[in-house]
Each structure stands twice: as structure tokens, then as C-alpha cells.
């Protein structure tokens, strides 16, 4: 039984890349979530699955926070894991061309954890100007 995901477009998922657009309402984190897991899985990248959802979900809740358009999520396997680990280089895209703003949430504080979670999560993280908006992006250390 499959799960059923609302994706606007799928751009790659075979090979070393994988591209979706999702459209900017609330199932969109959840339906990117499932679809990383699933690519991950069928890397056999299962060890770092758990946390690159984790930051994928909390980047596309940002982006519905403040844009409106699709956003989408790009992952990049990491080339010659024989043994010695590499790199997965994780995307999220949106409209909004203002680059996100990492804050210090408090203790009381519902939201404003995200980017403090991908910075302390990843072994780098950024952001930079696209055609047509913004991406933001990390990469996690894949153990060898």
C-alpha cells in the first residue's frame, strides 16, 4: 500500500538526485517528509533518514510560514560511500527571496527552533538566491 502524495511536479528521482515541488499548504511538510524518507530508503542512506526529515520537515514548515508558492526539496546522494562515508546534500526551495533569519527562540517560544536545529544538526548549512526566490541547504556526514 502506497502513500498517496500531492506533489506538483517531480522533476528526478532516479540516479544521484532527487527533485520534487510541493504546493505551499500544510500537507506539503508531511508529504516531503514521506518522500525523502522513501529516496533515502531506497539509497540505503536509512542512517541518516530520521534526521534529514527532521530538518526537511522544519525548513518546509518555514517556507509555508512565510512564502506562498511551491517549494521545493532536492537531495544529492553522496558519490563513493566504499567504506568511507561522504556527504548528502539536502535543498529547500520557496519563492520568498529574503534569506531566513536564525533567532533565539525562548523557552516559551511555540516556533523559531528551525534553523537553530539545522545549524546544531549539520555538518555545514546556508542559503542562496535562485531564479526565482530563495534556497536553503545542508549537508549531513553519511557514515561510511
Known amino acids: 500500500m502506497g502513500v498517496a502524495w500531492e506533489v506538483i511536479g517531480?522533476?528526478?528521482?532516479?540516479?544521484?538526485?532527487?527533485?520534487?515541488?510541493?504546493?505551499?499548504?500544510?500537507?506539503?511538510?508531511?508529504?516531503?517528509?514521506?518522500a525523502v524518507r522513501a529516496r533515502l530508503r531506497?539509497?540505503?542512506?536509512?542512517?541518516?533518514?530520521?534526521?534529514?526529515?527532521?530538518?526537511?520537515s522544519e525548513l518546509v514548515t518555514n517556507a509555508l510560514r512565510h512564502a506562498t508558492g511551491p517549494i521545493g526539496v532536492r537531495l544529492v546522494r553522496p558519490t563513493g560511500l566504499d567504506g568511507v562515508g561522504g556527504v548528502l546534500l539536502v535543498e529547500v526551495s520557496d519563492p520568498l527571496p529574503d534569506p531566513p533569519r536564525e533567532r533565539v527562540a525562548h523557552p516559551e517560544?511555540?516556533?523559531?527552533?528551525?534553523?537553530?536545529?539545522?545549524?546544531?544538526?549539520?555538518?555545514?548549512?546556508?542559503?542562496?538566491?535562485g531564479e526565482a526566490g530563495k534556497t536553503v541547504w545542508f549537508e549531513l556526514a553519511v557514515p561510511g
Open 10 to 34: 517531480v522533476i528526478d528521482t532516479e540516479g544521484d538526485c532527487a527533485d520534487w515541488t510541493f504546493p505551499a499548504d500544510p500537507g506539503a511538510v508531511r508529504a516531503a517528509r514521506a
Open 42 to 56: 531506497d539509497w540505503d542512506l536509512d542512517s541518516v533518514a530520521d534526521i534529514t526529515a527532521l530538518l526537511v
Open 109 to 129: 517560544d511555540e516556533s523559531g527552533r528551525g534553523l537553530q536545529l539545522v545549524a546544531h544538526s549539520s555538518r555545514r548549512w546556508g542559503t542562496r538566491p
